[in-house]
């Protein structure tokens, strides 16, 4: 047994689903799709290169991203999801169920009606009631007749047929996120008047028919589905929680084998999964699902991302399998560092939903944290030892500069980092300190690269400022220089504003290194001037205006996190005067210019600048002929934040 | 002017039938927006009706003279012709027949995003856009609405 296996003996305790025997307690949920397969349906080898991935992860069982099951595309609701329609599509559905069945795991095939959110090609949706969208992305609706009920139980029946077929030992259904069976299950999008409407009986009476369509279908093979334990959507007429375990009751007694509760649907105006939720937050619908199914497995993972806290809760029954899909997105190790106990060396996920903020501008998902995902047929992308052995110095300890120093560490480079500041983490650290979210999730990626630059050797000299002066005492001392100091504001931008000079630099202030007053203008709405603002609004009380010069706040922040900042600025009472400049800085605040050209006086005693990010070209001029290579990463290119910073810094690393 | 008898809450000289504003207020708070309404395209339609009585509605319709306010009966979301629906719960209407001439924006942005105000959207955005809807979508927060968050 290997020695985190010990330490985690309820996670890596073998089980059963069905007739199948399952080496540990975890299941790869198909937490969404990649849109890395064509338009038409077709699995490509790109994916299959993930999928690779993803059967090496230790995972017991591994459950494919879902498919949609009906020709037209109703169902279909990415812009490159798989589809399960026909036979054609069957060859590369097998390679991947061979694959995952060549490293002991389960392979099951999700099928993945997306109801209310489907249609993407077609110009409508289909739902069991004209319930209109809430978010304008979507299609308007068109009302499902008996006879399309029962041809779309039909089609998830045949798709399940031919998932088996193609080698998947098991299927799932799934309501997550609020796609056709959760449309079905919930008061808000079914309020059909016949025996599919109306009685929560009436409402899981599509759900029924469908679970026993497919195991008639496959009688033989195990079926999940997954279920919201709550919906979020109570507020909009939505099912409330004990409605929705009111479901799951249903689909118990039907005889579904396994049932994996979900929170949430895409248009909820609460969150479920983002990083502003705490870890293990939700898992009390687990442990209700598991108290009141015991003879039905239960697999849970929404915002669960430890392993240890898995551990804990198949110990104390919340669940009967794991289902985690992000960390291991993340970190595809995730499993073998927890069973080898090195969880220290483990690369988080910091639910920066970068994956869904891609996926729902219809593009290929990435992840902040792990920049070779999607990238898995490319030799490029792959760390492979070095042709030549290179001295490297990175000048920054900041995400760009120790991601570019650990990868090429492990190529067998000799790196040394250099950082002016006495520790790991550069602009990220400040950013950590004054988040209101989950500082946690910001400084696991700082304690990741002390841990690992650790262990790989790379030698970190910080309080070191590299300059000119510094670059000719090291001259032929190194072959390549990576410039990864992050950006800087510029304080020049306001330099012809009278009274500029009593501003405070964002950065400092975030670092600690600036004392603020009561009364703080902070000139910038992107993400530096939001995070400081409602750090100083919650932390020190201060009463806090934030100048934006364009139209909307939030501008350079993460699509899938500007409605919390958002929601911050309001639930703090933080102003924020947008299309406004700056004219004047006096001794008690600013004046200000609307776009219709209107003057407003703002009383402050401190005024912040949190815009006007700078890159750090000027080190390239000065280094540009003192070393044999040259590269930049990161903010000192282009300012523009974590997960550039981390991609540029590998995508360098991978290549020097 | 229709006051709620159930309703513990004093009520407001904004409120109308079903305790909706009143047409004029509610053409009062147009005007007093008018750099959102004035982009819209003639016969954009924008709905605000009680969640708890879905039977009338109070409509803002863009025309070639400007913005009308008017009551109309409420026969289904596709049958009312909007290009937006706001379905408010009793709280929340209180909270606009109280800010029609004032923060409306806010209330309702706050609203939407509390869950207290459905707002449904009965074309894509992409529609709602050409029609001029972009600074009314922005006002009403559609800018920080985002899936799967």
């Not at chain 1, 230790?58 to 037209?72: S, V, W």
């Not at chain 1, 902040?368 to 920054?396: C, D, S």
Request: with cysteine; proline share 5%; hydrophobic share 40%.
């Amino acid at each position: 047994m290997q020695p985190g296996m010990a330490k985690l003996p309820h996670l890596f305790q073998p089980g059963r689903f069905g007739r199948f025997e399952i080496k540990n307690r975890i299941k790869y949920g198909a937490c969404c799709v990649s849109n890395y397969n064509t338009r038409d349906g077709f699995i490509t080898e790109r994916e299959i290169a993930r999928m690779r991935v993803i059967a090496r992860t230790g995972c017991g069982i591994i459950t494919n991203q879902g498919a949609y099951p009906d020709p037209l595309g109703e169902g279909k609701a990415y812009f490159r999801q798989l589809a399960i329609f026909d036979d054609k599509f069957l060859p590369q559905f097998e390679r991947i169920a061979a694959d995952i069945k060549e490293q002991g795991a389960m392979p099951i095939q999700q099928i993945l009606h997306a109801g209310r959110y489907g249609g993407i090609d077609l110009g409508y949706c289909i739902q069991p009631s004209d319930v209109p969208q809430t978010l304008p992305h979507f299609r308007p609706p068109k009302v499902m007749t008996k006879e399309e009920i029962r041809d779309c139980i039909r089609q998830h029946a045949e798709a399940a047929q031919r998932a088996i077929r193609a080698g998947f030992d098991g299927t799932e259904v799934t309501s997550f996120m609020g796609y056709l069976l959760a449309n079905f299950n919930s008061r808000f999008t079914n309020q059909r008047t016949d025996e599919y409407g109306g009685s929560i009986e009436n409402r899981g009476r599509f759900m029924r028919e469908l679970i026993d369509g497919i195991k008639q279908a496959t009688p033989d093979n195990p079926l999940v589905v997954r279920l919201n334990g709550a919906e979020l959507m109570d507020h909009w007429g939505g099912n409330t929680e004990d409605e929705c375990f009111e479901l799951m009751r249903q689909a118990a007694d039907v005889g579904v084998d396994m049932i994996s509760v979900t929170v949430g649907w895409q248009e909820a105006p609460e969150s479920s999964i983002g990083r502003d939720i705490p870890p293990g937050y939700w898992n009390y619908l687990s442990a209700r699902a598991k108290k009141m199914f015991p003879s039905t497995l239960v697999t849970f993972g929404n915002r669960l991302p430890d392993p240890r806290m898995a551990d804990d809760c198949l110990r104390d029954g919340v669940f009967d399998y794991w289902e985690v899909c992000r960390p291991l997105l993340a970190d595809p190790d995730l499993i073998h560092k927890a069973a080898e106990d090195r969880l220290d060396e483990v690369r988080r996920c910091i639910g920066s939903l970068n994956c869904l903020s891609r996926l729902f501008r219809d593009l290929p998902y990435t992840c902040t944290m792990n920049p070779a995902l999607g990238h898995e047929v490319e030799p490029e992308y792959q760390v492979t030892p070095a042709a030549v052995k290179k001295k490297v110095m990175v000048i920054g300890a900041g995400p760009a500069g120790m991601e570019c120093a650990i990868t090429a560490a492990k190529r067998g480079h000799d790196v040394t980092v250099f950082d002016k500041a006495d520790r790991i983490g550069g602009n990220l650290y400040a950013y950590a300190m004054n988040d209101l979210a989950r500082p946690d999730d910001l400084l696991s990626v700082v304690s990741h690269y002390e841990t690992v630059s650790r262990k790989l050797g790379i030698e970190v000299r910080l309080n070191t400022e590299v300059h000119a002066k510094f670059m000719r005492s090291v001259l032929h001392q190194y072959d390549v220089c990576v410039i990864a100091a992050g950006a800087t504001l510029d304080r020049k931008r306001y330099a012809h504003i009278k009274g500029a000079e009593r501003m405070l630099d964002g950065l400092e202030v975030a670092h600690g290194r600036s004392k603020t007053g009561r009364r703080v203008v902070i000139l910038g709405g992107g993400k530096l001037g939001l995070t400081l603002a409602e750090s100083l609004r919650k932390h020190q009380e201060a009463e806090v205006t934030v100048v934006e010069s364009g139209k909307r706040i939030a501008g350079d922040v993460m699509p899938s996190f500007k409605w919390r900042h958002a929601s911050w600025v309001e639930e703090l009472g933080i102003t924020c005067l947008t299309s406004s400049s700056l004219i004047e800085i006096g001794t008690d605040g600013v004046r200000l210019r609307n776009a219709k050209g209107e003057e407003t006086f703002v009383t402050a005693d401190t005024v912040v600048q949190a815009n006007a990010a700078m890159p750090a070209h000027s080190l390239f001029h000065e280094f540009e002929w003192m070393i044999d290579e040259l590269h930049g990463a990161g903010d000192a290119l282009i300012p523009r934040g974590l997960e550039q910073a981390i991609q540029d810094g590998y995508r360098l690393g991978v290549r020097l | 002017m229709a006051v709620d008898a159930t309703s513990d809450r004093p009520s407001t000289p904004n409120c109308g039938v079903d305790r909706l504003p009143s047409p004029e207020a509610w053409l009062a708070a147009a005007a007093h927006h008018g750099e959102l309404f004035a982009p819209l395209d003639p016969g954009v339609r924008i709905a605000l009706l009680a969640r708890s009585s879905p039977t009338q509605m109070l409509v803002w319709e863009a025309g070639n003279a400007g913005i009308d306010a008017q009551f109309e009966a409420f026969a289904g979301y596709t049958a009312s012709g909007a290009d937006i629906v706001l379905a408010a719960d009793r709280e929340s209407l209180l909270e606009v027949c109280s800010a029609v001439t004032g923060r409306l924006f806010e209330v309702l942005r706050a609203g939407i995003r509390s869950g207290h105000i459905v707002c449904y959207v009965l074309k894509r955005r992409c529609v709602l856009e050409e029609r001029g809807l972009d600074e009314l979508l922005d006002a009403l927060g559609f800018a920080f609405m985002g899936a799967c968050r």
